[in-house]
């Protein structure tokens, strides 16, 4: 059998003329029409734009421009759009993240729903794989019959990077379930074993950067020393992620957390019928850091443009090629530890073995690395 090759569509950042047609909304207009959105998407039907809402202070999420094209180029074809993400922080704090963002029914021009309610554990059991087992994907994302996966492409301090593949994988899960708690969400994927925190107590300045992040208020110190209430902590690793010192440590597998991911997105997309989900990867603005941080940093290379395909493994890929061995921007994280143009910068960045991520993603049969990239003329 003929080895399959996906296509994957390409709008470059690069202006060249100073027309609407050649902006990247204009050129994200292009790419809409050049998919084929009749191809995968009926008239009347419900789609999900899943996308990360970011936080209060991480602004590099996809504008709410990009979802609004989207928006309009589903309901060209008499299709019913809303968008969503899970709840990451409390949901009525995270539903205002994403006003203050930009993304409400005004600016893009459809609905904005939390997929696994204000509480973040309105979700369904899922099969997973030999990892997870199961996972508890957002009921939103489990119900609806299509989706349209937006996401924000950028490095990632435990992933090495973030894309189409991490935006199911933790965005489209809960981070608790209703009975099995954090063992059944993202937790799951973050930690090993008990997943107890680890603090070190020669290494801890108290800057209290880990008390401040904790979404559920789980952690305080007391006397000085570190306290935190396991049965409500969701394993979400935020607090670690901001200790500057390295004084507080989630127990992980590198390994095991990269192929978790892959697992978890097919379990989400198990809930599709085939031809039912594309993705958008967004290159612009790619940061260091994952949208949930409390700050976004400035880009470490240069906004490459927009990917569209119906390939979840293909679209990663193809992103990951277009920034391989580019000059990292200057004042930039990626200048500041000493990365050359020509080397690995997600790798430079995390030191994490992200390639894992696809390789599984296609062992299990949801993509194929070999790719077609067709650019815009
Ligand atoms: S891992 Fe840390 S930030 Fe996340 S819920 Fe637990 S204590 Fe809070
Ligand atoms: S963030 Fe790290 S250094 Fe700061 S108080 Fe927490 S454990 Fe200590």
């Known amino acids: 059998m003929a080895e399959r090759i996906a296509d994957v569509y390409f709008a470059p950042a690069r202006v060249k003329k100073w027309k609407y047609s050649e902006s990247l909304p204009g050129k994200l207009e292009r790419l809409l ?6 191809r995968y998407f009926e008239k009347d039907e419900w789609v999900a ?8 202070g991480a602004h590099r999420v996809v504008r709410p421009v990009f979802l609004r094209k989207v928006v309009e180029a589903l309901r060209s074809i008499g299709a019913k759009p809303f968008i969503t993400d899970t709840v990451r922080i409390k949901g009525l704090d995270y539903l205002e993240v994403a006003n203050q963002n930009g993304i409400n029914h005004l600016s893009c021009g459809a609905p904005v729903v939390l ?18 087992g199961e996972i508890a994907v957002a009921s ?66 108290l800057c ?40 507080l440590v989630l127990p992980a597998d590198d390994e095991l957390f990269m192929r978790s991911l892959a697992e978890a997105a097919m379990a989400v997309l198990s809930t599709f019928k085939p031809g039912k989900v594309i993705y958008i ?54 200048e500041e530890m000493g990365i050359k143009q020509g080397d690995d910068i997600l790798m430079g960045l995390n030191r994490k073995p992200y390639l894992l991520q696809i390789e599984e993603a296609e062992r299990l049969g949801l993509g194929v690395r070999k790719y077609n990239l067709i650019t815009l003329s």
Not at 115 to 132: F, P, Q, R, S, T
């Open 49 to 56: 734009i899943k996308t990360h809402f970011g936080s209060e």
């Open 208 to 247: 209290l950067q880990c008390e401040e992040i904790c979404p559920l208020e789980c952690i305080e110190f007391k006397g000085g020393e570190f306290t935190y209430n396991d049965e409500r902590c969701w394993r979400c690793g935020r607090c670690t992620r901001v200790c500057p010192e390295g004084a």
């Open 140 to 205: 939103v994302i489990y119900d609806v019959p299509a989706m349209v996966v937006c996401s924000h492409f950028k490095g990632h301090i435990n992933a090495g990077f973030g894309g189409a593949i991490k935006n199911l994988a933790m965005g489209a899960v809960s981070g608790s379930h209703r009975h099995c708690g954090w063992r059944c969400g993202r937790g799951a994927m973050h930690t090993i074993g008990e997943g107890m925190l680890v603090w070190d107590r020669e290494k801890c300045v």
């Open 281 to 334: 990867n967004f290159l612009t603005e790619i940061q260091p850091e994952c949208d949930c941080m409390p700050a976004a940093d400035v880009a470490v290379v240069q906004d490459q443009g927009i990917l569209i395909s119906d390939d979840i493994v293909a679209i990663e890929q193809a992103s990951l090629d277009l920034i391989m061995g580019k000059a990292p921007l200057p004042e930039s994280l990626a």
């Open 33 to 38: 029409k050049k998919i084929g959105l009749p």
């Open 115 to 132: 997929a696994d309610g204000l509480y973040g554990n309105d979700n369904i059991m899922v099969k997973a794989g030999e990892i997870l």
